[in-house]
């Protein structure tokens, strides 16, 4: 089976895409707040 163009969808995400992607599979959030704790009233 072979796409149409009208089932093609291109999306531009830049590099920051790419980046919040790594920082997923480095688990770099939870590693961060492991080591600096957390606040009660943060909100990210």
Not at 16 to 24: H, K, R
Not at 36 to 43: F, S
């Amino acid at each position: 089976m072979t796409a149409s163009p009208l089932d093609i969808r291109v999306q531009d995400i830049d590099h920051c895409g790419i980046v919040a992607g790594i920082c997923d599979e480095m688990n770099l959030v939870e590693q961060i707040n492991r080591l600096l704790g957390t606040h009660a009233q943060e909100i990210i």
